[in-house]
């Protein structure tokens, strides 16, 4: 009997690894401030355009003097390092004494964007020291359009801890998911068009196939509807007649010409002097 329970505690054993082996392989992902049910369409719409670039990790480093040395580390959704469990998002190395210092956290995460460009805003970073009142450190992440490129450029562009308050990290990068859907260059207009025309040489080839092949038509019989095209000509010219003539169709001349009434017969006596005698 003590064999089949060994063996279940072993089973057991495993499967709790396996579980836990699972829950750590999931990252964490960004958590928009405030309650689940407050983010806005508009938030999840962004965080999910992003995605593309959460599997990709980024390094800066930056070098003032002999007292700063450090190294940036950015993933965009995920914790830099997941076995600390920190939320870390954004995470500054000072590369002197190996000190850790986290900029931004994932689970307080602000998103909003513009027409070119997404902000990415990690809140909730350790807390300063003798600046900016001792509050937490914040990173914002500027995500600028570039087409063709999944992600490039990331670097630093400053720090303000100058102020009592709202000092933060400000880093930007390139990233084609940051750019606006390409609209169609045909306007309607053009797609109306084109429609029409196809549909005209539909009619006019198909019609002179039908007209050729199974009735057997010839010359300009194979044209279609010829006889309906040629009385519409007609109909046309007969309109455009009517409309433009400025008078009425029955009006008299304004001037009076030599009709053939008028000349009368000539002499045959009138030139008879002219003859020789």
């Given at each position: 009997m003590s064999s089949p329970c060994h063996t279940s505690a072993v089973l057991l054993v495993f499967m709790a690894l396996a579980v836990a082996g699972a829950e750590h392989l999931e990252e964490r992902s960004c958590d928009v401030i405030g309650d689940e049910?407050?983010?806005?369409?508009?938030?999840?719409?962004?965080?999910?355009?992003?995605?593309?670039?959460s599997h990709m990790r980024f390094n800066v480093t930056v070098e003032k003097g002999k007292t700063e040395n450090y190294i940036y580390q950015f993933r965009?959704?995920?914790?830099?390092?997941?076995?600390?469990?920190?939320?870390?998002?954004?995470?500054?190395?000072?590369?002197?004494?190996?000190?850790t210092t986290v900029i931004g956290r994932i689970n307080e995460t602000q998103v909003f964007n513009g027409s070119d460009w997404i902000m990415l805003i990690y809140k909730g970073g350790d807390s300063y020291g003798s600046h900016c009142s001792g509050e937490k450190r914040r990173a914002v992440i500027m995500i600028s359009c570039k087409r063709g490129v999944t992600a490039s450029s990331f670097s630093i562009i400053s720090e303000e801890r100058e102020?009592?308050?709202?000092?933060?990290?400000?880093?930007?990068?390139d990233s084609s998911v940051a750019c606006p859907a390409e609209n169609s260059h045909?306007?309607?207009?053009?797609?109306?068009?084109?429609?029409?025309?196809?549909?005209?040489?539909?009619?006019?080839?198909?019609?002179?196939?039908?007209?050729?092949?199974?009735?057997?038509?010839?010359?300009?019989?194979?044209?279609?509807?010829?006889?309906?095209?040629?009385?519409?000509?007609?109909?046309?010219?007969?309109?455009?007649?009517?409309?433009?003539?400025?008078?009425?169709?029955?009006?008299?001349?304004?001037?009076?010409?030599?009709?053939?009434?008028?000349?009368?017969?000539?002499?045959?006596?009138?030139?008879?002097?002219?003859?020789?005698?």
């Amino acid at each position: 009997m003590s064999s089949p329970c060994h063996t279940s505690a072993v089973l057991l054993v495993f499967m709790a690894l396996a579980v836990a082996g699972a829950e750590h392989l999931e990252e964490r992902s960004c958590d928009v401030i405030g309650d689940e049910s407050s983010e806005s369409q508009m938030e999840r719409a962004l965080l999910k355009k992003l995605e593309p670039l959460s599997h990709m990790r980024f390094n800066v480093t930056v070098e003032k003097g002999k007292t700063e040395n450090y190294i940036y580390q950015f993933r965009v959704c995920r914790e830099v390092n997941s076995t600390s469990h920190d939320f870390g998002g954004l995470v500054q190395t000072d590369r002197q004494n190996g000190k850790t210092t986290v900029i931004g956290r994932i689970n307080e995460t602000q998103v909003f964007n513009g027409s070119d460009w997404i902000m990415l805003i990690y809140k909730g970073g350790d807390s300063y020291g003798s600046h900016c009142s001792g509050e937490k450190r914040r990173a914002v992440i500027m995500i600028s359009c570039k087409r063709g490129v999944t992600a490039s450029s990331f670097s630093i562009i400053s720090e303000e801890r100058e102020k009592e308050q709202e000092c933060f990290y400000l880093f930007e990068m390139d990233s084609s998911v940051a750019c606006p859907a390409e609209n169609s260059h045909l306007s309607v207009g053009s797609i109306l068009l084109i429609t029409f025309v196809s549909l005209i040489a539909v009619y006019i080839i198909g019609g002179f196939l039908y007209q050729r092949l199974v009735v057997g038509a010839k010359g300009m019989e194979q044209i279609p509807h010829f006889a309906f095209w040629q009385d519409l000509g007609n109909l046309v010219a007969d309109g455009c007649d009517f409309v433009c003539r400025s008078k009425p169709r029955n009006a008299p001349a304004a001037y009076r010409g030599v009709g053939d009434d008028q000349l009368g017969e000539e002499s045959e006596e009138r030139d008879d002097h002219l003859l020789p005698m």
